[in-house]
């Protein structure tokens, strides 16, 4: 298995949802990572889980918390967003940081849409 | 800050040779992807260099200098299919391990 799969696809909430994007992967990769991408934007780095632990939040607002369950596991809970937070969600897992061995392998993205 | 600089549009011929340059300013090294994204998909990993030369694979080379912060992307034979984004990452290593940061990318429109 050499995917990051992404759940789900699409996703239209309001303001006052809560919802949560699952991401996983099966390639016993130690990193994973949430990116934002606008449309025409290049993808922004959000949060970084190193071995199940957060290591990096790049000041991302406390409506948005991501959750590691499991290696293989990362959630981003959402809640209360505003219409400007729509945006492909994207997820990644690497085997480590750096090298060629530890390119990133991006999931297709949840397309969010916050009415 | 971290800078990293590419074109934005890009047109090509099919069959045709392209090079795609970026530059970087960043606060450390770790390495330079190159992904190549289409419209409303995920990127796809292209190529690594973290030493200065060339990295061939392909119809796609990569070319690394690190004294001139400078890489690019080479596609040769171009099809239709290339048509797509190509995103220019620096991995910055260090304390910010697993920090990849991406250049705007490039839109490269292949024409018959």
């Known amino acids: 298995d050499t995917e990051v799969t992404q759940t789900p696809k699409h996703l239209v909430m309001g303001m006052t949802n809560k919802k949560s994007l699952k991401c996983e992967q099966h390639?016993?990769?130690?990193?994973m990572y949430w990116y934002k991408q606008k449309a025409k934007k290049p993808p922004e780095l959000m949060f970084v889980?190193?071995?199940?632990?957060?290591?990096i939040n790049e000041s991302v607002p406390s409506r948005f918390s991501p959750e590691c369950p499991n290696s293989s596991l990362l959630n981003l809970h959402l809640h209360a967003l505003q219409p400007e937070d729509s945006a492909l969600y994207l997820c990644?897992?690497?085997?480590?940081?750096?090298?060629?061995?530890?390119?990133?392998?991006f999931g297709s993205g949840t397309r969010l849409t916050v009415v | 800050g971290q800078n990293i600089d590419q074109p934005t549009e890009m047109t090509a011929t099919e069959g045709a040779i392209v090079q795609i340059n970026c530059t970087y300013q960043?606060?450390?090294?770790?390495?330079l992807f190159w992904y190549q994204q289409h419209a409303g998909e995920a990127p796809t990993f292209l190529s690594y260099?973290?030493?200065?030369g060339l990295e061939e694979k392909g119809r796609f080379s990569s070319f690394l200098s690190r004294s001139k912060g400078y890489s690019y992307l080479l596609l040769k034979e171009l099809q239709m299919k290339d048509s797509a984004s190509y995103l220019c990452?620096?991995?910055?290593?260090?304390?910010?391990?697993?920090?990849?940061?991406f250049g705007k990318g490039t839109k490269l429109s292949v024409k018959p």
């Open positions: 960043t606060s450390g090294f770790n390495g």
């Open positions: 260099n973290v030493l200065d």
């Open positions: 990644a897992s690497s085997q480590g940081f750096g090298g060629p061995n530890y390119g990133y392998t």
């Open positions: 390639m016993g990769h130690r990193a």
């Open positions: 990452a620096v991995s910055l290593g260090g304390g910010s391990q697993g920090n990849l940061i």
């Open positions: 889980y190193s071995y199940e632990k957060l290591s």
